[in-house]
């Protein structure tokens, strides 16, 4: 106890403090008035009110501190449009680096990959060890479905799960990685059941498999019997909104405790895209590139992305059929209906009590244009607002709730002290309305503190569009 008191000379020496801030620290307590936040080794070793600890100092002026935003399902390998624009690499592989930077840049600075293949998340994380810029990366890995099911029907890298002997090998092979969780689908198609599903008992059998090795499981359930099968499993959280009238599966979702991870830009993204302007702030004109942003809005673009959508919805179907179908931009009134249901459903789900947990889906897959790397998951906390949370409940949702899903709790989605320091600085209060996280002053990760600007530096802006 003596050595402790005969330090602080030492312990004052910190890396650099932040002072003048309001700080919301996201622990669900008030914001503190003319806040300091310490920060050493890329730790937030203390905050506080009043004299801050000697060392080098940055003023906020008052500016609004909050941790960094932390999304439970994004796929940081996709390049939104990518696939409609038949790109490939080098720019594939710059349009990848760029969304990393576009997700940091947007104050999200830890997310949970949702269904990389094994390669990929090998290539990311030698991406974070050379030091480019980069969220905080937790992978699912690949998503277990069965052959030619959902996502080995369409996505690279995403081996058959047809048994249980096939399940283990996976598993073990999540555990060798390091993975945090394993991601299961329950997932007959989008629009039409044409894909095959494992059956309930496999179900069960490799939520176990998964249990004994200690990876928590996460469902992907769109449907409403997709939701039912997926709760019966009991399953660590299950991904996506009811895409239907949930019916009861609010009240099962808050009697039974299960997370539900929102994904509500997913449905609200194409409107957003097309309507209410929402490209045109400052942040979206720096983190979106000119190509994605041209995919996502041109007649054209759309074409191609519902073309693209009707390949990965009928994979089985004659590939002359859905090249043959003409498409067209959808009416306002339509992206409107879609985006009002799964609002809707959300706000029975909050109603009810269940928890819903921030997840855009960012990136999805390279056939969707829309979901922007960063600025989804800024979206993602304004729908939840929207659903009829409170911006503070939103903003928990995209922090505490998230680090807490992902079993990280006090090291991410806080400003805490032995927290990693990570967080925003706001020219405005989210508190109060959640665009305001649009409007960023700088982003620190683990210590470092940038504008938004020079996180994307570097990135390649904007290849060259067809
Ligand atoms: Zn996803």
């Known amino acids: 106890m003596l050595a402790w008191l005969l330090v602080p000379a030492a312990a004052a020496a910190v890396d650099v403090v932040l002072v003048g801030a309001r700080l919301w620290d996201g622990t669900g307590a008030p914001v503190v008035e003319q806040a300091w936040v310490a920060v050493q080794d890329g730790r937030v070793t203390a905050t506080g009110q009043g004299e801050p ?28 449009g990518a696939a409609l624009r038949e790109e490939t690499d080098p720019s594939l592989e710059d349009a990848r680096r760029h969304g990393l930077r576009a997700t940091l840049a947007c104050g999200v600075t830890t997310v949970l990959d949702a269904a990389s293949s094994f390669d990929a998340i090998q290539t990311m994380r030698a991406w974070e060890a050379k030091g480019l810029p980069s969220p905080r ?36 092979r999540l555990v060798e990685v390091g993975a945090l969780g394993a991601k299961l ?19 069960e059998q490799i939520v176990a498999e998964a249990r004994a090795r200690g990876l928590p499981v996460f469902v992907h359930a769109q449907h409403r019997d997709a939701h039912a099968q997926a709760l019966a499993l009991r399953p660590h959280a299950v991904m996506h909104m009811v895409r239907q009238r949930p019916g009861d599966l609010p009240a099962r979702y808050a009697g039974q405790g299960t997370p539900l991870v929102s994904t509500l830009q997913l449905d609200a993204s194409p409107l957003w895209t097309v309507d209410e302007r929402d490209l ?7 983190v979106v590139p000119e190509a994605q942003r041209r995919t996502a809005t041109s007649r054209r673009g759309w074409r191609r992305y519902e073309r693209g959508m009707a390949r990965v919805s009928l994979p089985h179907s004659p590939g002359a059929l859905v090249s043959l179908a003409s498409f067209g931009m959808p ?10 249901r799964s609002l809707r459903t959300a706000r029975r789900m909050h109603q009810a009590g269940v928890s819903l947990v921030m997840g855009s889906d960012a990136g999805a897959y390279d056939e969707i244009p829309f979901y922007f790397h960063g600025l989804s998951s800024l979206r993602e906390v304004e729908l939840l607002t929207r659903a009829g949370l409170s911006p503070e409940q939103a903003l928990l949702a995209a922090t505490r709730d998230a680090a807490g899903l992902l079993g990280l709790s006090g090291q991410v989605g806080v400003v805490a002290p032995g927290a990693w320091a990570d967080l925003v600085v706001l020219d405005a209060d989210p508190l109060q309305d959640p665009r305001a996280l649009r409007q960023i002053h700088r982003v620190m990760r683990g210590g470092e503190l940038r504008t938004p600007e020079a996180w994307v530096r570097g990135s390649l802006r904007a290849p060259d569009p067809r």
């Open 137 to 172: 990366l937790y992978f699912l890995g690949p998503t277990m479905g069965p052959t030619d099911g959902y996502v080995d029907a369409f996505i690279e890298g995403h081996p058959g799960i047809d048994d249980l002997d096939d399940a283990r090998r996976h598993l073990d």
């Open 53 to 80: 600890p000697a060392g080098p100092r940055v003023e906020l002026g008052g500016r609004v501190v909050i941790p960094g935003l932390v999304d439970t399902h994004t796929h940081p390998w996709a390049v939104p």
């Open 280 to 286: 045109d702030d400052p942040l979206a004109h720096l």
């Open 331 to 340: 009416t306002l009134d339509y992206l409107r209906a879609v985006a009002a």
């Open 185 to 203: 689908t329950i997932e007959d198609g989008y629009f039409l059941p044409v894909l095959p599903v494992h059956e309930q008992a496999l179900r």
